[in-house]
T-cell receptor, first 113, second 114 residues
Framework: KAGVTQTPRYLIKTRGQQVTLSCSPISGHRSVSWYQQTPGQGLQFLFEYFSETQRNKGNFPGRFSGRQFSNSRSEMNVSTLELGDSALYLC????????????FGQGTRLTVV | QKEVEQDPGPLSVPEGAIVSLNCTYSNSAFQYFMWYRQYSRKGPELLMYTYSSGNKEDGRFTAQVDKSSKYISLFIRDSQPSDSATYLCAMSDQRTSGTYKYIFGTGTRLKVLA
């Protein structure tokens, strides 16, 4: 059974640009959550999508947005990149029901210069 | 005060030692508790998943949850150099919507010395 796939693995962008990250969940999983991981703040919740609908949202500015497609694949977009957006972006996949675990991908390491 | 507190370490132990990793939390609504292991430049890997209070054992790993004290622990028996990683605790309240907003600790860096 394939795990959670995130692409690309590494990205270097310039301040002011925008970026799109992709996440393919485990087959059959309908929930995809996104997290930002930085050395200072640890893992912070961005948002969660279930069946193409955003179910929950963390405390990030509107520059961070996402969407989910009918095949459960999800994309995260960050506009007007800032240096502080440099981080490891992780997506987690779960079935979406109660009492089930979340499995993470390897992450996309974004560097903003 | 953060919702979840975790000692960042680093924690260095000799091979074969019993390791105890801990997290405290402030939100009494948390019901689901997870431990993840994260190697450098990799995504977190789920180790243990427990619901409410009690103990759960899986091989060399034992997870304990004490909701009355708002305290969770992960014990690693017969620790190996391959256990050297950052261990993250995570917890959530899925009672209402079943959504997966996990709150993570900052992680404890563990080094097992051969």
């Amino acid at each position: 059974k394939a795990g959670v796939t995130q692409t690309p693995r590494y990205l270097i962008k310039t301040r002011g640009q925008q970026v799109t990250l992709s996440c393919s969940p485990i087959s059959g999983h309908r929930s995809v959550s996104w997290y930002q991981q930085t050395p200072g703040q640890g893992l912070q919740f961005l948002f969660e999508y279930f069946s193409e609908t955003q179910r929950n949202k963390g405390n990030f500015p509107g520059r961070f947005s996402g969407r989910q497609f009918s095949n459960s694949r999800s994309e995260m977009n960050v506009s007007t990149l800032e240096l502080g957006d440099s981080a490891l972006y992780l997506c987690a996949s779960s079935s979406g029901g109660r009492d089930t675990e979340a499995f993470f991908g390897q992450g996309t390491r974004l560097t903003v210069v | 005060q953060k919702e979840v507190e975790q000692d960042p370490g680093p924690l260095s132990v000799p091979e074969g030692a019993i390791v105890s990793l801990n997290c405290t939390y402030s939100n009494s609504a948390f019901q689901y508790f997870m431990w993840y292991r994260q190697y450098s430049r990799k995504g977190p890997e789920l180790l243990m998943y427990t619901y409410s209070s009690g103990n759960k054992e899986d091989g060399r790993f034992t997870a304990q949850v004490d909701k009355s004290s708002k305290y969770i622990s992960l014990f690693i028996r017969d620790s190996q150099p391959s256990d050297s990683a950052t261990y993250l605790c995570a917890m959530s309240d899925q009672r209402t919507s079943g959504t997966y907003k996990y709150i993570f600790g900052t992680g404890t860096r563990l080094k097992v010395l051969a």
